[in-house]
């Protein structure tokens, strides 16, 4: 009894894809790591200098940061917030009921059952 085999060919863009992420993941993995490394030795070297004489200009270091920090926020979190809301205006609204044609005045008399005696109808059955 012979077998029948069938073969599938992968499609050029698939490789394609393939040779690309594997590139991609090299690249970035070599780049990534290099960056990571100079930050890391940076790093270290910044927190050596700050913890000599048992952290002694850690604490100076750490509010000057913060201070740093809520003068970016006060400064910047206006421009922000402008830009925000000026984007915002750029679109145009709708109002909310633009289609709506129920009136308060009708609804009340509906719901209170005196439809009748406004409209002339047959009573309601929605009573409160």
Do not use: C
């Not at 809520?70 to 206006?78: D, F, K, L, N, R």
């Amino acid at each position: 009894m012979s077998r029948i085999t069938i073969e599938f060919k992968t499609p050029a863009v698939f490789k394609t894809i393939a040779e690309f992420t594997r590139f991609l993941r090299y690249y970035l993995k070599l780049r990534g790591y290099s960056w990571f490394t100079r930050f890391e030795g940076f790093k270290n070297f910044f927190v050596d200098i700050l913890y000599k004489k048992r952290g002694r200009y850690a604490r100076p270091f750490l509010h000057l940061g913060m201070v740093g920090l809520i003068t970016m926020v006060v400064t910047v979190g206006p421009i922000a917030l402008d830009s925000a809301d000026a984007d915002e205006q750029k679109q145009p609204s709708a109002p909310v009921l633009s289609t709506a044609t129920a009136y308060a005045p009708d609804f009340l008399y509906l719901a209170s059952g005196r439809s009748t005696s406004v409209y002339g109808g047959e009573k309601s059955s929605l009573t409160l």
